[in-house]
């Protein structure tokens, strides 16, 4: 026997909550601590959902669904209910959407919005704007947080890191790094999980800060240059600038799961770097110079032909890069060995 949601029928995978058969088919409740690599925390309760035959509303995010179970995610009591325990939430932090860089990307906003809530109703919101700029990457700004635990959960499991904890209760309660140090000073990576994971603008990439709305940058799906475990990441680019603003890991993607490591997620100035190298160098006179490929072929060609004749196919070394193709590295080992005669060939996934 199927769920119903609304009076509509859904069939049940094994296990499954109420909320994520809901999302699954395309049913928004608003939800903003539980997510699907974090799971159910049961904390924010703005999932509440109406069962027939259970007593006051549930929370759906931790509620396994049962054949015929009836489940209603939009009626007045529900709404009504979801309208306060939202509103609490915004109330109770310093939400400025219209300077918020998580403006348009953000579930409390999506939340208020599909509640119709224009404005906190309730002056709960902490004195004082606590922010931390004490990283290279990561912004912190207490003040947004919702205390709904997934950067705690993603540092502490998915990431496993341990770096991230609450401290404090109640109102006082607040994100913490290495028992309060800033988080520059604590033992994080910089990895940015709980930045990928946080529902709201309270960690964010600090980087992207001024440089461009959500809307404004193009998503490109790419995969990560780096190294050869080719973690699936998303580009947020300005065309305009044709610059990176940022870079967020595809959560989808069996490889990484939305996971990055530092290089991956805030490693990539040096695709707009004036410093690059855009063309091969000869060194002339301890100089270096700009040349084509059409003179540097032949010309190292010429000059690994007398260094082999001189002192021995031993004596050249060739270094490759994970960041090309397996047939570009099989092709290079295939002329390191056979035509060099050496088997002195490795690779540095930071070539
Ligand atoms: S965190 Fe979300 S709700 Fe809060 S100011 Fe930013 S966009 Fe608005
Ligand atoms: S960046 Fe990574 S290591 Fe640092 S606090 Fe966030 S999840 Fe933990
Ligand atoms: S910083 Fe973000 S993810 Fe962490 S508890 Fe606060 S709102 Fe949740
Ligand atoms: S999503 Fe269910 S309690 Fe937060």
Known sequence: MPIFINGREFELKPGETVLEVALRNDIYIPHLCFHPKTGKAGKCRACIVEVEGRRGLLTSCNLVAEEGMKVVTDSKQVKDAQKIIVDLIL?????????????????????AYYLGIERPSFDLAPAEIETDNSSE?????????????????????????EVLNFANRGFETRISFDNEL??????????????????????????????????????????????????????????????????????????????????GRYGFDFVSSQDRITTPLIKENGKFRAADWAEVIPYVGKKLKAIKKEFGSDAIAGLTSAKVTNEENFAFQKFMRSEIGTNNVDHCARL
């Not at 109330?91 to 939340?111: F, K, R, V, Y």
């Not at 700004?141 to 502490?156: L, N």
């Not at 520059?184 to 990895?191: A, F, I, K, Y």
């Not at 404004?216 to 240059?225: A, G, H, I, N, R």
């Open 137 to 161: 990457f990561i912004f912190v700004d207490r003040s947004k947080c919702i205390s709904c635990g997934r950067c705690v959960e993603g540092c502490t499991r998915t990431v496993v890191n």
């Open 182 to 263: 800033p988080m520059g000073e604590s033992t994080c990576v910089q990895c940015g999980e709980c930045v990928q994971l946080c529902p709201v603008g309270a960690i964010i990439d600090s980087r992207m800060i001024g440089r461009g709305r959500t809307w404004e940058l193009e998503k490109v799906e790419t995969v990560c240059p780096y190294c050869g475990v080719g973690c699936k990441l998303e580009m947020h680019v300005d065309r305009q600038k044709n610059e990176i603003i940022r870079v967020t890991g595809v959560e989808d993607s069996p490889t990484n799961e939305g996971m990055l490591c530092v290089k």
């Open 91 to 111: 109330s109770s932090g310093h939400h400025d959407c219209l300077s918020c860089e998580q403006n348009g990307n953000c579930e409390l906003q999506d939340a």
